[in-house]
Nanobody, 121 residues
Framework: VQLVESGGGSVQAGDSLRLSCTAS????????MAWFRQAPGKDREFTAA???????FYGDSVKDRFAISKNNARSTVYLQMNTLKPEDTAVYYC????????????????WGQGTQVTVET
């Protein structure tokens, strides 16, 4: 299984950004896909997850601002990030697991290399 993130960059507070994660070696209709993020000096934090069925779950800090979606045919998961804040600055990681979603890092077997998102004031 290989997960490759893209779409990160540097934006201004209030801007939007869309991250993509392309998966190979796994069918998205068989796994839970998730986004985590890690800011400097902090633990990796759950951001959003989407079940094989399409059910979505969000971390409290991004609820109502971020949206996770997927295109099974393209093997790609997206994270639409709106109204970005400086505290959203982090490396964003895509992850995959079999079974229902989890907010725990240790539950995810497969990880991408991460993509940097920087939100400036």
């Amino acid at each position: 299984v290989q997960l490759v993130e893209s779409g990160g960059g540097s934006v201004q507070a209030g801007d939007s950004l869309r991250l993509s994660c392309t998966a190979s070696g796994v069918a998205l209709n068989n796994v839970t896909m998730a986004w985590f993020r890690q800011a400097p000096g902090k633990d990796r934090e759950f951001t959003a997850a989407i079940w094989a069925s399409g059910f979505q779950f969000y971390g409290d800090s991004v609820k109502d601002r971020f949206a996770i979606s997927k295109n099974n045919a393209r093997s790609t998961v997206y994270l639409q990030m709106n109204t970005l804040k400086p505290e959203d600055t982090a490396v964003y990681y895509c992850a995959a697991k079999y079974g229902p979603y989890s907010t725990e890092v240790a539950q995810y077997m497969h990880w991408g290399q991460g993509t940097q998102v920087t939100v400036e004031t």
